[in-house]
């Protein structure tokens, strides 16, 4: 009981502070509500001013001391945005010299204490919730509360205006910590009987940090963001996501900006935009949780659990509702203008950290439809991904086969990416219910491929066909072809047809694997050992492709050096006493003095001795 009364007297006196202007005398209120106004009309004569250090922890003192100086805060807030302003412009104009960083380093204390006060101040009155009106004020409170409100929301426009102008890290930095701690302080006191969202607070931090502007430090920021908030807690990573997916909706309404240059500089915000956003999602991708059990690490307050748990109302606690957000921001983002660069970073993770984290992963299908008709590199990694909606969501894909074959270009085998595109044709062709034609018109373009492939790409060739031909043995007689029609003078004529893009219709089952042959008298001894394999019995076992998947001059080189010999290689070489018609001098026969050095052969103009 004693508690209980402890708390009401405490009420009782805080009420009494605010209301006192009030209720006490009408002349006071009066003075205090005028001399807001008064406060506003001043504002320009409080920007000349020039404030110290000193003259601002005088200021908050006074603010925290009584509400008659409510009035201080226009001139720190003036100081703030003048110094935001004239940072902005010393950007701009790029004079460097030592006076100019004497000045920048007592300008950057200056915003500190700045921005720290007035982070002191408006968290007090957020606590004692004198920033949010109630139907129990009187006009005078109501007018007082209202003006404080707009205080309130220029000093955070005037943080996420340091993230989208300031060059310093440390204002960067200390921008993105003072948001979250009045984030968390709007979540605690700024409504007295249900937890409260502080969403207009964290989309204009979302929003300043994708749209700075390309002179800013916003890595510093994005680094501040995402490191010590995103990563660490589950529910701002669930607000980011639904926030973003939100402003992008949004943002991106009229697409037609993004189509044509009717507004460039939308477009190239946009484009920003990207870059930062793609890098953040991906970083999330990595550390998305499994369960709702790791769903524990929350930053705000923990939101209510919902009586009825068949409903399906998104919340924080669920990790369901989490990989629904993670989808609608990545397919929001996808809709913002990706580059090249863009498109392989992504294209490289979405088949371990982002389908498996999706509510619905087939709403990627146009996405990778889109990289898998690029072509080149793009088209290879994406067929990770598309393979993975075929084989685990039962994705259909239409002409797939047709689309696979027309990546074996002259190209396909001198690529960064050989290894793993082997790797895949060989899971997609794994399965025996494969049609025989399809199988022989990529056994076919393979070897074909090999007569002008490297030697590390023919070396992982080769086994690689070894393997088609063990599991689909209808194809066996691409080995050897003795009935074929030699026509009139012109020998073999090859029914492959090797300009056709449809695997079914380039009748190579009716060909032979001469290319192969062929490549049994290779250069490079490896090559030829390992071709010989197609004209022996095929009694060995299929080959372990990763034996032969990461082959490189270098690892062929190596394996020659190190390789045991049974027998000294036979060595034959022949001497000669002439070079260029000339005796050697050390045969006694030609002395030095008798060659006439201005009659040298053309060979031996200009060198050197």
Same mark, same amino acid.
């Given at each position: 009981?004693?508690?209980?009364?402890?708390?009401?007297?405490?009420?009782?006196?805080?009420?009494?502070?605010?209301?006192?202007?009030?209720?006490?005398?009408?002349?006071?209120?009066?003075?205090?509500?005028?001399?807001?106004?008064?406060?506003?009309?001043?504002?320009?004569?409080?920007?000349?001013?020039?404030?110290?250090?000193?003259?601002?922890?005088?200021?908050?003192?006074?603010?925290?001391?009584?509400?008659?100086?409510?009035?201080?805060?226009?001139?720190?807030?003036?100081?703030?945005?003048?110094?935001?302003?004239?940072?902005?412009?010393?950007?701009?104009?790029?004079?460097?010299?030592?006076?100019?960083?004497?000045?920048?380093?007592?300008?950057?204390?200056?915003?500190?204490?700045?921005?720290?006060?007035?982070?002191?101040?408006?968290?007090?009155?957020?606590?004692?919730?004198?920033?949010?009106?109630?139907?129990?004020?009187?006009?005078?409170?109501?007018?007082?509360?209202?003006?404080?409100?707009?205080?309130?929301?220029?000093?955070?426009?005037?943080?996420?205006?340091?993230?989208?102008?300031?060059?310093?890290?440390?204002?960067?930095?200390?921008?993105?910590?003072?948001?979250?701690?009045?984030?968390?302080?709007?979540?605690?006191?700024? !409504?007295?009987?249900?937890?409260?969202?502080?969403?207009?607070?964290?989309?204009?931090?979302?929003?300043?940090?994708?749209?700075?502007?390309?002179?800013?430090?916003?890595?510093?920021?994005?680094?501040?963001?995402?490191?010590?908030?995103?990563?660490?807690?589950?529910?701002?990573?669930?607000?980011?996501?639904?926030?973003?997916?939100?402003?992008?909706?949004?943002?991106?309404?009229?697409?037609?900006?993004?189509?044509?240059?009717?507004?460039?500089?939308?477009?190239?915000?946009?484009?920003?935009?990207?870059?930062?956003?793609?890098?953040?999602?991906?970083?999330?991708?990595?550390?998305?949780?499994?369960?709702?059990?790791?769903?524990?690490?929350?930053?705000?307050?923990?939101?209510?659990?919902?009586?009825?748990?068949?409903?399906?109302?998104?919340?924080?606690?669920?990790?369901?509702?989490?990989?629904?957000?993670?989808?609608?921001?990545?397919?929001?983002?996808?809709?913002?203008?990706?580059?090249?660069?863009?498109?392989?970073?992504?294209?490289?993770?979405?088949?371990?950290?982002?389908?498996?984290?999706?509510?619905?992963?087939?709403?990627?299908?146009?996405?990778?439809?889109?990289?898998?008709?690029?072509?080149?590199?793009?088209?290879?990694?994406?067929?990770?991904?598309?393979?993975?909606?075929?084989?685990?969501?039962?994705?259909?894909?239409?002409?797939?086969?047709?689309?696979?074959?027309?990546?074996?270009?002259?190209?396909?085998?001198?690529?960064?990416?050989?290894?793993?595109?082997?790797?895949?044709?060989?899971?997609?062709?794994?399965?025996?219910?494969?049609?025989?034609?399809?199988?022989?018109?990529?056994?076919?373009?393979? !070897?074909?491929?090999?007569?002008?492939?490297?030697?590390?790409?023919?070396?992982?060739?080769?086994?690689?066909?070894?393997?088609?031909?063990?599991?689909?043995?209808?194809?066996?007689?691409?080995?050897?072809?003795?009935?074929?029609?030699?026509?009139?003078?012109?020998?073999?004529?090859?029914?492959?047809?090797?300009?056709?893009?449809?695997?079914?219709?380039?009748?190579?089952?009716?060909?032979?694997?001469?290319?192969?042959?062929?490549?049994?008298?290779?250069?490079?001894?490896?090559?030829?050992?390992?071709?010989?394999?197609?004209?022996?019995?095929?009694?060995?076992?299929?080959?372990?492709?990763?034996?032969?998947?990461?082959?490189?001059?270098?690892?062929?080189?190596?394996?020659?050096?190190?390789?045991?010999?049974?027998?000294?290689?036979?060595?034959?070489?022949?001497?000669?006493?002439?070079?260029?018609?000339?005796?050697?001098?050390?045969?006694?026969?030609?002395?030095?003095?008798?060659?006439?050095?201005?009659?040298?052969?053309?060979?031996?103009?200009?060198?050197?001795?």
């Amino acid at each position: 009981m004693a508690k209980r009364k402890q708390s009401s007297s405490i009420k009782t006196k805080t009420k009494t502070n605010i209301s006192a202007p009030a209720v006490k005398k009408s002349k006071k209120s009066t003075t205090v509500a005028v001399a807001t106004v008064t406060a506003d009309q001043q504002q320009q004569q409080h920007s000349s001013q020039k404030l110290t250090i000193e003259d601002v922890f005088e200021k908050e003192e006074a603010i925290l001391e009584s509400a008659k100086n409510y009035n201080q805060l226009v001139p720190l807030l003036q100081a703030l945005k003048n110094e935001i302003k004239s940072d902005k412009e010393k950007n701009t104009n790029n004079n460097d010299n030592e006076d100019q960083e004497d000045d920048e380093g007592e300008e950057e204390d200056l915003v500190i204490a700045l921005i720290t006060c007035l982070f002191k101040i408006f968290g007090k009155l957020l606590k004692k919730n004198q920033l949010r009106s109630f139907p129990t004020m009187t006009p005078a409170q109501q007018k007082v509360t209202e003006w404080l409100g707009e205080r309130y929301d220029t000093f955070k426009n005037l943080l996420f205006t340091t993230i989208k102008t300031s060059t310093n890290d440390t204002l960067q930095a200390l921008a993105v910590q003072i948001i979250f701690r009045l984030a968390k302080v709007e979540n605690a006191h700024y !409504s007295l009987d249900e937890i409260y969202f502080p969403k207009p607070l964290l989309v204009g931090l979302f929003e300043a940090v994708l749209f700075a502007n390309d002179t800013a430090h916003v890595d510093v920021a994005i680094e501040e963001l995402t490191d010590k908030y995103l990563i660490e807690y589950d529910d701002i990573r669930y607000y980011f996501m639904s926030l973003v997916d939100g402003l992008l909706v949004d943002l991106l309404v009229d697409q037609k900006k993004l189509q044509d240059n009717s507004d460039p500089e939308f477009k190239s915000l946009a484009a920003i935009a990207s870059v930062r956003l793609f890098d953040i999602l991906s970083k999330l991708s990595a550390i998305f949780p499994d369960s709702d059990d790791q769903v524990n690490s929350f930053y705000l307050e923990v939101p209510k659990k919902y009586v009825n748990p068949t409903r399906l109302i998104s919340s924080p606690l669920r990790l369901s509702s989490h990989k629904t957000v993670f989808q609608k921001c990545w397919l929001s983002a996808f809709k913002l203008p990706v580059s090249y660069d863009q498109y392989k970073a992504v294209l490289q993770i979405l088949h371990k950290s982002i389908i498996p984290n999706m509510i619905q992963p087939q709403m990627l299908l146009d996405f990778l439809t889109n990289a898998y008709d690029a072509g080149g590199p793009i088209s290879i990694l994406a067929l990770n991904g598309l393979f993975s909606l075929m084989q685990k969501y039962n994705l259909e894909y239409p002409n797939f086969y047709a689309k696979l074959y027309q990546l074996f270009d002259n190209s396909i085998l001198h690529v960064k990416y050989r290894s793993r595109f082997l790797r895949l044709v060989d899971v997609f062709l794994s399965s025996t219910h494969v049609a025989a034609n399809i199988v022989a018109s990529f056994i076919k373009k393979l !070897s074909r491929l090999a007569l002008y492939a490297p030697p590390a790409a023919i070396v992982a060739i080769v086994p690689f066909i070894y393997n088609l031909l063990k599991r689909h043995p209808t194809c066996m007689d691409l080995i050897q072809r003795p009935d074929y029609d030699a026509g009139d003078d012109d020998g073999f004529m090859d029914p492959f047809d090797d300009n056709e893009m449809d695997p079914l219709y380039t009748n190579a089952i009716e060909s032979s694997l001469w290319e192969l042959e062929t490549l049994q008298t290779h250069y490079h001894p490896n090559v030829a050992t390992l071709t010989r394999i197609i004209s022996e019995q095929f009694t060995k076992e299929s080959y372990n492709m990763e034996d032969f998947l990461d082959m490189s001059y270098s690892t062929l080189m190596e394996a020659e050096q190190t390789r045991r010999l049974k027998a000294p290689p036979a060595l034959e070489f022949e001497t000669f006493d002439r070079i260029f018609g000339f005796k050697r001098p050390d045969q006694g026969e030609v002395e030095d003095e008798e060659i006439d050095e201005g009659v040298n052969p053309p060979m031996m103009v200009n060198w050197v001795f």
